[in-house]
């Protein structure tokens, strides 16, 4: 089967207007070829990402972020609490802004998250996911983020297999499987990682809006490196003083390398303002 990617979005909204999740909005992206997209607005706890490059659509199950606030336990999705604004920036950047997030007066919290999409050729894309969040409280908070980056490489989800690399201010891994297509997943000063099955991950994660009792914090560990349908877990441990701001970001890419370059000298600079902030914890 040949069609050009161009031509989806529609009957994918005709699709998705069909499927249980038809009261759940849909963002998409489009870089060239390529498309992404990111359903309900951070409140779905299956799936809730597609990328389509090459001609397959469907490489993208999850790519979700939760929260864990100092006082709190509980592991929150970022859109349980709180609604956001989108705002499509650019065909291919959009932006999502949670006001006085938080599960009570003691975490509350504004986060920004853009998620950029960026064809580097037909085939080869990249997304880049950047999240800067401000403490809104009058005490210093400590701030657990977590992403969950669920890629079905090749659009077969049973076959892939997932190594770590990890490296200096990067938790890095590569995603491949039975094809020649290959994906590159980083997490940019991130603190902790698990490496799973789709569903350990997803079960690591609330599937209504709270997982509480337990404190959650990534084992760092490639438990199953497949194949198997694999999921990745990042996490971002940091404190705020009052009114201060934290940026950190994570990409992954599809038959390109996991960093775009246009924003690398910012995720540098991300990554000394971590750097200068563990410093003086
Ligand atoms: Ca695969
Ligand atoms: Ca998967």
New binding site residues.
Partial sequence: MSYRLSVVPASVAALLACSTQALAQTRTLNSGSTIYQQTGDFTATTGDSRLGTGGIFDQLFANTWYFRTGSFNGVRIFSSLVTPSYTQEAANVGSWRWLNNGAGPTDRFDATLRISLNEVAPGAAQVLNELTLTNRTATAVTFNIFNRIDL?????????RIAAAQAPGVLAFRQS???T?FANIAGFGADRFAVNTSTNIRNLFPTSSLNAGTILNLNNTVTNAGPADLAVALQWTFTLNPGESFSLASSFAINAPAIPAPGAAGLLLAGGALAARRRRR
């Avoid at 079905?152 to 892939?160: M, P, Q, R, W, Y």
Wanted: a negative charge; glycine letters at 8%; charged letters at 30%.
């Fill in positions: 079905d490489l090749s659009g077969t989800n049973t076959d892939d499987d039975a094809s297509n």
